[in-house]
């Protein structure tokens, strides 16, 4: 299958090439030039199919044509070596836990599988000196840094604004050493992840270097995150809870809906989807005014969503031609305060005894406002609450269990280079490689 620019102004690239280059050399980003709709008959037994069942199913019609079936299959049964579970919360919202993972984050399926699809095509052309550059609010560093770790001709670089992610994420992947350098920057998500776009915009870098990105604008991070919905809605089937279901996503770089809106169009019975914002509500601007206006990002006790000029958007525009209202169609927004956030968490953990992390908590404020009569709430529980240990403590009062995976990170020693906020000095410490 081939790609196709967002900003329609380069010429279409086989998987390999979407893969290893990332972004489109008009800066646009990678969509797959058709969406293929799965058959009735896989919609009909999907309840009584496996995570990796399902999953390669969805890889196939992405990946099928590029990759032989044997070695396609070994990735998603390498990828997907833990379970997502559907919990039920209240009497008609569920929560999916995707924080059953390494690191206990939705991002380790799409940091996983990207890690091993880069491999096959390195592998396959005996390259040994691949750099693999991704910003990180948060959960993307570990998910990446961990799923890349010990693999070899590959180097990562993670990026991440010094001081605004949680003391545990950092350990995640400022403490791995081997194949991973934590880059720590004077500045927020927003101005990593430029840093990491003028790097693949920059002609000397290129020729210097053998350069990728595994944030989710690469299309081996993003379009494996489609797995969850069809998942979900399975385990939903098996409990008959799968008529008007509406799944609401905690949103910040937007690749995680977008994953989801590729699922309906292939076929996924999906009635309509809720994007959850924080105070960095960009998107839900959008909805308002239909104008798109981003705006430096601000920090908030849900900082996985702390981006004030989400990639992803491009995407989202691309798969409904620039159409405000057929957006508005499929995905409505909320947007909430760290106030409202914390109180959530509190009433959620004392009401129904079930703990949510900050993001979460957006997700199911979403839908306990605005879910209709009849239809089935969904909402993804993005990461571990223990990730962010003294937020939640603090607003619930009461001490959180810290997985034992975890702890293994916390005892190692934090590794970082600091950088300052400037595409000059990043460039001279990469061409210094």
Not at 209 to 215: D, V
Not at 377 to 390: D, I, N, S, V
Not at 416 to 428: A, D, G, I, W
């Given at each position: 299958?081939?790609?196709?620019?967002?900003n329609q102004?380069?010429?279409?690239?086989?998987?390999?090439?979407?893969?290893?280059?990332?972004?489109?050399?008009?800066?646009?980003?990678?969509?797959?030039?058709?969406?293929?709709?799965?058959?009735?008959?896989?919609?009909?037994?999907?309840?009584?199919l496996?995570?990796?069942?399902?999953a390669?199913?969805?890889?196939?019609?992405?990946?099928?044509?590029?990759?032989?079936?044997?070695?396609?299959?070994?990735?998603?049964?390498?990828?997907?070596?833990?379970?997502?579970?559907?919990?039920?919360?209240?009497?008609?919202?569920?929560?999916?836990?995707?924080?059953?993972?390494p690191?206990?984050?939705?991002?380790?399926?799409?940091?996983?599988?990207?890690?091993?699809?880069?491999?096959?095509?390195?592998?396959?052309?005996?390259?040994?000196?691949?750099?693999?550059?991704?910003?990180?609010?948060?959960?993307?560093?570990?998910?990446?840094?961990?799923?890349?770790?010990?693999?070899?001709?590959?180097?990562?670089?993670?990026?991440?604004?010094?001081?605004?992610?949680?003391p545990?994420?950092e350990?995640?992947?400022?403490?791995?050493?081997?194949?991973?350098?934590?880059?720590?920057?004077?500045?927020?998500?927003?101005?990593?992840?430029?840093?990491?776009?003028?790097?693949?915009?920059?002609?000397?870098?290129?020729?210097?270097?053998?350069?990728?990105?595994?944030?989710?604008?690469?299309?081996?991070?993003?379009?494996?995150?489609?797995?969850?919905?069809?998942?979900?809605?399975?385990?939903?089937?098996?409990?008959?809870?799968?008529?008007?279901?509406?799944?609401?996503?905690?949103?910040?770089?937007?690749?995680?809906?977008?994953?989801?809106?590729?699922?309906?169009r292939?076929?996924?019975?999906?009635?309509?989807?809720?994007?959850?914002?924080?105070?960095?509500?960009?998107?839900?601007?959008?909805?308002?005014?239909?104008?798109?206006?981003?705006?430096?990002?601000?920090?908030?006790?849900?900082?996985?969503?702390?981006?004030?000029?989400?990639s992803?958007?491009?995407?989202?525009?691309?798969?409904?031609?620039?159409?405000?209202?057929?957006?508005?169609?499929?995905?409505?927004?909320?947007?909430?305060?760290?106030?409202?956030?914390?109180?959530?968490?509190?009433?959620?953990?004392?009401?129904?005894?079930?703990?949510?992390?900050?993001?979460?908590?957006?997700?199911?404020?979403?839908?306990?406002?605005?879910?209709?009569?009849?239809?089935?709430?969904?909402?993804?529980?993005?990461?571990?609450?223990?990730?962010?240990?003294?937020?939640?403590?603090?607003?619930?009062?009461?001490?959180?269990?810290?997985?034992?995976?975890?702890?293994?990170?916390?005892?190692?020693?934090?590794?970082?280079?600091?950088?300052?906020?400037?595409?000059?000095?990043f460039?001279?410490?990469?061409?210094?490689?």
């Amino acid at each position: 299958m081939k790609y196709y620019s967002t900003n329609q102004q380069a010429d279409r690239v086989s998987l390999r090439d979407a893969v290893v280059k990332g972004l489109a050399s008009d800066k646009g980003l990678f969509m797959p030039e058709a969406i293929q709709t799965l058959p009735a008959s896989f919609f009909e037994k999907i309840s009584t199919l496996s995570f990796t069942e399902i999953a390669y199913v969805v890889a196939d019609a992405f990946f099928g044509e590029d990759i032989p079936a044997d070695t396609l299959k070994q990735i998603v049964e390498d990828t997907l070596s833990f379970d997502t579970p559907v919990v039920k919360v209240t009497d008609n919202i569920y929560s999916l836990e995707l924080y059953h993972g390494p690191t206990l984050a939705f991002k380790d399926v799409g940091g996983r599988f990207m890690a091993r699809i880069l491999g096959y095509f390195i592998q396959q052309e005996g390259q040994t000196d691949v750099n693999v550059l991704v910003a990180t609010s948060g959960d993307t560093g570990s998910a990446v840094a961990n799923g890349f770790l010990g693999v070899k001709g590959i180097q990562v670089f993670v990026l991440y604004p010094k001081g605004k992610v949680s003391p545990i994420q950092e350990c995640q992947f400022t403490t791995l050493g081997q194949n991973i350098t934590a880059l720590e920057v004077e500045g927020t998500f927003d101005d990593c992840q430029a840093l990491v776009k003028q790097v693949f915009m920059d002609e000397e870098l290129n020729a210097h270097l053998n350069l990728t990105s595994a944030n989710s604008i690469n299309v081996a991070r993003f379009l494996p995150q489609a797995f969850y919905y069809f998942y979900a809605y399975a385990q939903l089937m098996r409990m008959g809870k799968s008529n008007n279901l509406v799944v609401c996503v905690p949103s910040g770089n937007f690749g995680n809906i977008t994953a989801g809106l590729i699922g309906k169009r292939m076929g996924l019975p999906i009635k309509r989807f809720i994007a959850a914002n924080n105070q960095n509500d960009i998107f839900h601007q959008y909805l308002l005014s239909g104008v798109y206006q981003p705006r430096p990002s601000v920090s908030t006790i849900a900082n996985a969503m702390d981006v004030g000029d989400p990639s992803n958007f491009a995407r989202i525009l691309d798969l409904y031609n620039h159409k405000h209202e057929a957006i508005k169609a499929d995905i409505s927004s909320t947007t909430y305060s760290d106030e409202t956030i914390a109180a959530t968490v509190k009433d959620v953990y004392e009401t129904h005894a079930y703990l949510l992390d900050p993001h979460g908590a957006c997700g199911y404020q979403a839908l306990k406002e605005g879910l209709q009569p009849g239809e089935v709430g969904l909402f993804l529980e993005t990461a571990h609450p223990a990730k962010f240990l003294e937020t939640v403590e603090g607003i619930i009062g009461d001490s959180v269990v810290v997985p034992e995976k975890l702890q293994v990170f916390m005892k190692g020693t934090k590794q970082t280079v600091m950088l300052p906020n400037s595409f000059t000095e990043f460039k001279r410490y990469l061409l210094a490689l």
